[in-house]
């Protein structure tokens, strides 16, 4: 089984819409990461997470919020989605412990309309 | 702040012929370097990491990659390519302050026979 997964792999959405992007992990890491990838830009953090209680926004939070509900869960919400949304998100894991590695699920391609 | 430049948009190689994608970086001190992939419709896993020490590190899949400190530079290398090697590679750099991953825009690689 997959050490990080994501869910649901592929959404349709219309403008407007509320979305919630889930992402669950065994690896047993404290620290997630979720990131926006968009062609020619690479990975761009949103938010990310050091525990249940240390959720602190990157560099392209606006529009979106995050849930940590336990230590192996990471959700990513569109609270009103846009067409400029759309991307392929990643949720990312990582051990800490200054080995900075990060761990990547398969991602979750978003299409606002 | 850190941060990494891949030059190449994109490259296409023969299988068989030998690879090297650029990555340089904008740090002053010696920077921790990691190199991922990103197969088509998958994640991005981790290839390689160069922490301090030898400035040759050998990776999975059978890429190295060599620090060069002169240059700013941390180069990926594969003497012969194969056709499964064709995806998208990201260079990446920590911030040690908040252990974020910054990313470079992606070099997308294309094999042909």
């Known amino acids: 089984d997959a050490d990080v997964t994501q869910t649901p792999r592929n959404r349709i959405t219309k403008t407007g819409k509320r979305i919630m992007l889930e992402c669950s992990q065994t690896?047993?890491?404290?620290?997630m990461y979720w990131y926006r990838q968009d062609p020619g830009l690479g990975l761009r953090l949103i938010y990310y997470?050091?525990?249940?209680?240390?959720?602190n926004k990157g560099e392209i939070s606006d529009g979106y919020s995050v849930s940590r509900q336990a230590q192996a869960k990471f959700s990513l919400s569109l609270e009103s989605a846009i067409p400029n949304q759309t991307a392929l998100y990643f949720c990312?894991?990582?051990?800490?412990?200054?080995?900075?590695?990060?761990?990547f699920g398969p991602g979750t391609r978003l299409t606002v309309t | 702040a850190q941060s990494v430049t891949q030059p190449d948009i994109h490259i296409t190689v023969s299988e068989g012929a030998s690879l090297e994608l650029r990555c340089n970086y904008s740090?002053?001190?010696?920077?921790?370097l990691f190199w991922y992939v990103q197969s088509p419709g998958q994640g991005l896993q981790l290839l390689l990491k160069?922490?301090?020490?030898?400035?040759l590190v050998q990776g999975i899949k059978g890429f190295e990659a060599e620090f060069k400190r002169s240059q700013s530079s941390f180069n990926l290398r594969k003497p012969s390519v194969h056709w499964s090697d064709a995806a998208e590679y990201f260079c990446?750099?920590?911030?040690?302050?908040?252990?974020?991953?910054?990313f470079g825009t992606g070099t997308r690689l294309t094999i042909i026979p």
């Open positions: 990446a750099v920590p911030d040690f302050g908040n252990e974020k991953l910054t």
């Open positions: 990312a894991t990582s051990p800490g412990t200054r080995t900075y590695e990060q761990y």
């Open positions: 160069y922490f301090s020490g030898d400035t």
């Open positions: 740090y002053g001190a010696t920077p921790y």
């Open positions: 690896k047993g890491h404290d620290r």
């Open positions: 997470s050091f525990d249940v209680k240390d959720i």
